[in-house]
């Protein structure tokens, strides 16, 4: 950063036209860091891996560079598998704090994507701020008490009109004692364009998650609406469970679901404003 200014400031010298792209180019670089550490979990995911439909080999690549990222930064994975319904099995990668029992917040990011999408906005930019969010809180000597962050699996609709398997079976398997605990799951879901953020609510469901959940947006200086949607991601099950639930999302946009779902369709800047929302998020309900 210091050395650009002085290049910046040389180049001016000489008489380069100090315009506002100049301004530009002196603020950018902090980001470009920041924005680089999650971009390249997409690259990852969505330009190495590709496509990582349930039950693929690739969802196990996926799985296993995440769950490898988490436990570098200090974490303790715990994998929960499940069936799918053609066959075979998939898993969610649930990730905690060692000695953190009680989980009071829950982030939540599905980690597979329908076949033949690389997937970069649908869903990997939600997994890499959910690293990106787990490192920062990390670096600090761990995340506050109650945090877990949860890359589920099978989100995508499956041969047989299933989907949200991942987060349906991890709300199978919670106590009574663990869904009174939990005060808030968030699902963050294509949140890869720079764009006024969409909170959903479940449909006939509580819209507290979604109110707190966009109040944290505002917090950050950005635009929210929320909406009531339908089942269209992970925190349906939590919601139709009685849990507060609320779904971070950038909006529908034409790459979703297809071939085009590149690393470029997902934008570093997007991921940045994901991570300051998530933070504020965690600082705001567990501090
Ligand atoms: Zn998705």
Redesign the pocket.
Known sequence: MRRLVSVLVALASLGFPSTAASAVALRAPGDAVAADAAYAHVRRLAGRIGPRPAGSAAYRRAASYVRGELEALGYEVARQGFPLPQGGRSGNLVARWPGDVEARLLIGA?LD?VPGSP?AN??AS?VAVLLDVAAAVAVTGGPPPGLVLVAFGA??VQPGGQHHLGSDAYVDRMSAGERDVLEMMVSA??IGKVRRYIVGALQGTSRRAARILAGAVRAEGFRASIRELGD??DHGPFALAGMPAAFLWTGWEPN?HEPTDVVRNCRPGALLRGREVLLRLIEERLS
Do not use: K, L
């Open positions: 599905h994507t997937g649908d869903n939600g989100e995508e879901d294509m269209i991601s979703h």
